[in-house]
């Protein structure tokens, strides 16, 4: 960032429905958000919840009358995308969660995007409409059949200006090809196809084909009870539409070349960091597993997340990552408590800024960590209701690991584990992130933006 990471200022935060000011929703299951993404301009910002809402928040044009509001994001569209299922064959309820949303490219004046929950991708579509048709001969205004003994005239329907009303509209459901959970989709960049992947196997969808996916990896062992690893994220390299990686629970990315063979059982490269044996706990293998994979936009690196770091992994090397950022470190300490309250469990993700060279992932205590990737300089910032007044400077905090604490210091012993920040969102071109707290979503941007 220009002047510091300290420069970076809360330009207006809303809660979940929340289109100007502060509104206290209240905290239920259904309004804790569970995804949140920038389409491919930053113009549109998307988030999902448990109760299997997509609320769509717009940019507005700056204004000369308020030029201080730079572009503030207010609700655009809201809608139900998934429900609560039951399976009967298993005798299982499928929650209406939204594990992932993936923006398609614009193509027209409509946007789409993909939505999934467990176990059901769908593709909507969002658009605007601010004309109705009226004057129809078969039918009357409220929308009932007319006589037709009565129609004495032919009548040329004629369009009529409106409010503008947006309107989502699945056009797409992709159902039935998972036995297990989706934890990824990602967009090909053929934009014809995209993959979900849920804990053992990863399939390909073209977008105009419903009922028929093709299954590109399998690591379902014959034996259940060999298994040693499942998948944990998976994605498409940003430029070549061949090229996926998926990372697993122990640790590893496998970086898979479709034209090799339609069973992308063999990896065409494998990532993997060996173990510090002095480290080596009862929680290693916990700790390990990887929650997050994304490629860089210039698709020349790989950065993963797991519970304490994040690693940038260059594409040419596969034995070590060449960076290694310690997000709180200052945890290492608390992985009983951690693993006795589930916490060690939790699946944080990571973003790049739009030039690759800043990294941003979640914490706890409602604190997001940045790195440069230059500088090598990092900050911890705390998204929270109390510093939420526009145009308040972030100011950076630290956590202090037993001693004397400092009076801007917080203690690691007073953390709140169920504060935790575990999706944020960047901007692709500007320094605009979104941070996903429980139910609110803050918007930050940079002070010199």
């Not at 930053?42 to 997509?54: F, I, M, P, S, Y």
């Not at 201080?68 to 309820?93: A, I």
């Not at 519970?307 to 608390?334: A, C, F, G």
């Amino acid at each position: 960032f220009l002047a510091g990471f300290g420069s970076l200022m809360q330009d207006v935060l809303w809660c979940f429905s929340q289109v100007k000011g502060t509104i206290d929703i209240g905290v239920t299951e259904a309004d804790i958000i569970s995804t949140v993404e920038f389409n491919h301009t930053g113009e549109l910002l998307a988030t999902g919840d448990k109760g299997g809402r997509v609320v769509i928040f717009q940019r507005e044009q700056e204004s000369k009358n308020q030029p201080h509001r730079r572009g503030e994001y207010n609700v655009y569209s809201t809608f139900q995308s998934h429900e609560p299922e039951f399976d009967y064959l298993k005798s299982l309820e499928i929650e209406e969660k939204i594990n992932k949303i993936r923006w398609l490219p614009q193509q027209n004046a409509a946007y789409f995007l993909l939505s999934t929950n467990d176990k059901t991708v769908k593709l909507w579509k969002v658009s605007e409409r601010d004309k109705r048709p009226e004057g129809y001969n078969l039918k009357d205004e409220d929308g009932r059949l007319r006589d037709p003994s009565m129609i004495t005239v032919l009548r040329v329907p004629v369009l009529r200006p409106m409010d503008l009303m947006v309107e989502a509209t699945p056009r797409r459901v992709f159902a039935n090809a998972h036995t297990y959970h989706i934890n990824s989709i990602s967009v090909n960049s053929d934009y014809e196809t995209y993959m979900s992947a849920d804990d053992l196997r990863i399939n390909l969808w073209n977008f105009e084909i419903t009922n028929q996916s093709f299954n590109i990896v399998d690591i379902k062992p014959a034996n259940m009870e060999e298994l040693t690893e499942v998948i944990t994220a998976a994605e498409f390299h940003p430029h070549h539409c061949n090229t996926f990686v998926y990372s697993s629970s122990k640790g590893t990315i496998r970086l898979c070349d479709m034209r090799t063979a339609a069973l992308c059982d063999r990896h065409a490269k494998f990532f993997e960091e060996p173990e510090d044996p002095s480290n080596r706990s009862f929680f290693s293998e916990i700790i390990s597993s990887i929650s997050d994979v994304k490629f860089s936009h210039s698709g020349r690196y790989i950065m993963t997340r797991d519970y304490l770091t994040v690693k940038v992994w260059d594409l040419n090397m596969e034995n070590r990552p060449i960076e290694t950022y310690q997000v709180h470190d200052y945890l290492r300490s608390k992985l009983c408590s951690l693993y006795e309250n589930d916490c060690i469990f939790d699946k944080f993700e990571c973003v790049w800024n739009g030039t690759d060279s800043v990294i941003m992932t979640g914490s706890y205590n409602n604190f997001f960590r940045m790195f440069d990737r230059n500088t090598k300089r990092d900050v911890t910032l705390e998204a929270s209701r109390e510093n939420s007044k526009p145009r308040a400077i972030l100011k950076p905090r630290k956590v202090c690991v037993g001693g004397k604490r400092r009076k801007d210091e917080i203690s690691v012993d007073s953390l709140d584990f169920s504060k935790k920040i575990l999706h944020t969102a960047w901007h692709p071109s500007e320094n605009i992130i979104a941070v996903a707290a429980t139910n609110n979503l803050y918007i930050f941007q940079d002070k010199v933006n």
